[in-house]
């Protein structure tokens, strides 16, 4: 499959059972492949070995915030959306759309469609 959505998604969440629905919602929007990272290290791990297109990350991993993954991926022009409750914590944080939890896979791609209008290009995988 192809399109906007058939490249490399990087997902950032700590909560196995939310993971392993939203990798599922990501794989039926067309994903070629769903990293799932637990943690900033795991995901920055991610980020410096595999083609990533977009993200979808979680606002606090373990007791962190996830600023160091939205740095990162704002610097490399990657689109992501933040997935979380906790809009106030993403004040200091690089500007993305927000989905809030629990959220469906309408509200997934419309936030996701929302962060590549943001002035992105999803980058081939």
Not at 36 to 58: G, K, Q, T
Request: a negative charge; hydrophobic letters at 45%.
């Amino acid at each position: 499959m192809t399109g906007p959505f058939s490249g490399h998604a990087l997902l950032v969440e700590d909560n196995t059972i939310i993971a392993l629905d939203v990798a599922d919602m990501l794989e039926s929007m067309g994903a070629a492949q769903v990293h799932v990272a637990s943690n900033c290290d795991e995901a920055m791990d991610i980020l410096s070995r595999y083609p990533v297109a977009y993200a979808v990350v979680d606002v606090m991993l373990d007791g962190q915030t996830c600023e160091p993954i939205a740095l990162s991926l704002s610097q490399q022009a990657i689109p992501f959306i933040y997935a979380s409750g906790m809009n106030e914590l993403q004040a200091n944080l690089p500007e993305a759309p927000n989905v809030a939890k629990p959220y469906s896979p309408d509200a997934l791609l419309s936030a996701l469609e929302n962060s590549i209008r943001q002035g992105w290009d999803l980058k081939p995988a």
